[in-house]
């Protein structure tokens, strides 16, 4: 073959090749991995940076503070658990995102007509929007239950239709057990309300019966005591925030009825009304206290009607 047939290629033309569409395509993958990978470090940094500043407000605060604040629901673990659960929901996020531009600029650099495509997922999407909006709103229930912080595994929640602790919990399924023992299966989307026992704290009430003639001031005072050393003894320090308050709450019938009124842990209510109780009793045995005497006709106090 003579030389003068042979095709000579020009700068330009190699230009024109290199500039073609396999080194776009490269580099539109390329500039999409960079990209997600900056973004997943931003959105490390954000959750790290998130949780050293809440572990420094908590760790400043005095130790009522610091018992009221997991009692409030904002405990550190907790809130790791919720930030780290929005840092891989962001995650996933962002990487389906940079997938989704980067497939379209591929496809564009193709010449692959979008709009036939687009038209199509369109009307894809719309149908299957109309088929599973049941699950879309399960979905973003979720992500708004995960994002409020509403409730977390371990708390014990009123549904509505169900009461129980919380076992396991989804962007679609939330799962808890009641006092029976039988569990509960209940979508995300279906919880209109929800009640949660077991943030924030729990009010202890104990109504202490004394004779009608009996030095008030005297029993108030005793009462007092006990909860003093209550809240000074192991385990009950960790569980009583507060001494609370004592007053007369009813007089009827020869008794009078003070009332303790103080705030506990979430949910330690019932085993710090029985424990003041039973040092109460013990107190006022101790101190002579008399206990109301019941008269003829009228039922013990406590007792049916």
Do not use: C
């Not at 405990?75 to 790791?80: F, T, W």
């Amino acid at each position: 073959m003579p030389l003068s047939s042979v095709p000579t290629l020009t700068w330009a033309q190699v230009g024109d090749w290199l500039l073609g569409a396999p080194l776009r395509i490269i580099l539109t993958i390329a500039l999409a991995l960079v990209a997600r990978w900056l973004l997943h470090r931003l959105i490390g940094r954000v959750v790290d940076s998130a949780t050293s500043r809440h572990a420094e407000r908590a760790s400043e605060l005095p130790g009522t503070g610091q018992k009221l604040a997991q009692s409030m629901g904002v405990a550190q673990e907790r809130y790791l658990q919720r930030t780290r659960t929005m840092g891989s929901l962001l995650r996933s996020l962002v990487t389906v995102v940079v997938a989704t531009l980067a497939g379209l600029t591929v496809m564009a650099v193709l010449e692959i007509p979008l709009a036939p495509l687009l038209a199509s997922a369109g009307v894809g999407g719309v149908a299957l929007g109309f088929g599973a909006q049941s699950l879309v709103k399960d979905f973003l229930s979720g992500i708004f239950m995960i994002v409020e912080d509403q409730y977390g595994v371990g708390d014990v929640i009123d549904t509505g239709e169900a009461v129980g602790t919380v076992e396991d919990v989804s962007l679609r399924i939330t799962q808890l057990r009641d006092a029976n023992g039988v569990i509960w299966y209940v979508r995300n989307g279906e919880i209109v309300r929800i009640g949660n026992r077991s943030q924030g704290w729990s009010t202890a009430i104990v109504d202490v019966p004394v004779p009608y003639d009996e030095d008030i001031e005297r029993a108030m005072g005793i009462i007092r005591e006990v909860i003093d050393d209550l809240r000074g003894s192991a385990p009950w320090d960790e569980k009583l925030l507060e001494s609370g308050t004592v007053g007369v709450e009813s007089m009827s019938g020869g008794v009078v009825t003070i009332r303790v009124l103080t705030r506990t842990v979430a949910q330690e209510h019932f085993s710090v009304q029985r424990e003041l109780r039973e040092r109460i009793k013990v107190a006022f045995d101790r101190e002579g206290v008399r206990s109301p005497a019941v008269l003829p006709g009228v039922p013990p106090y406590g007792g049916p009607a």
